[in-house]
């Protein structure tokens, strides 16, 4: 089966790259330090003489709803999360690392991630809040669906 490498950091983003494999992107950087690791990943890449992997995966958490207080009440839970996490990107606010809006909105947010660091492979983590409920996390998965195919 392919190989991913979930990588976080320089060293391990060096090693992927020495050995030519893709590597996941962490769920929590944000698209900035997201482009920073492929430039790293594949400048570790061509130092070792392997080809740059085509394969870009990335792990994002995303949420899809027309709801915009159902929205604004998930930002801020996130934004809980994040400054309870130990971030790297201590200024970078919820829409930085995460996919979360209406269908248009995560739409575009997807296809910039594909025009500007060249992602294949998108993995939608699970949200990481509670109190959300079943009905809508399956309706938010339908709409990424819908989304991207």
């Given at each position: 089966?392919?190989?991913?490498?979930?990588?976080?950091?320089?060293?391990?983003?060096?090693?992927?790259?020495?050995?030519?494999?893709?590597?996941?992107?962490?769920p929590m950087e944000t698209i900035d330090s997201l482009h920073e690791n492929f430039l790293r990943h594949s400048d570790a890449a061509t130092q070792a003489s392997q080809p740059i992997p085509e394969c870009r995966p990335i792990m994002r958490t995303v949420y899809v709803s027309d709801d915009r207080n159902e929205l604004?009440?998930?930002?801020?839970?996130?934004?809980?999360?994040?400054?309870?996490?130990?971030?790297?990107?201590?200024?970078?606010?919820?829409?930085?690392?995460?996919?979360?809006?209406?269908?248009?909105?995560?739409?575009?947010?997807?296809?910039?991630?594909?025009?500007?660091?060249?992602?294949?492979?998108?993995?939608?983590?699970?949200?990481?809040?509670?109190g959300m409920s079943e009905v809508a996390l399956k309706t938010s998965i339908a709409k990424v669906a819908d989304i991207v195919t």
């Open positions: 089966p392919p190989i991913w490498v979930a990588a976080f950091g320089p060293k391990a983003l060096a090693q992927a790259g020495r050995l030519g494999l893709p590597y996941l992107a962490s604004r009440h998930l930002r801020e839970r996130l934004g809980e999360v994040a400054v309870q996490s130990l971030r790297r990107d201590g200024g970078a606010q919820v829409d930085d690392w995460t996919i979360i809006g209406d269908t248009v909105a995560v739409k575009e947010k997807i296809d910039e991630y594909e025009s500007r660091l060249g992602v294949t492979h998108l993995v939608a983590a699970r949200l990481r809040v509670t």
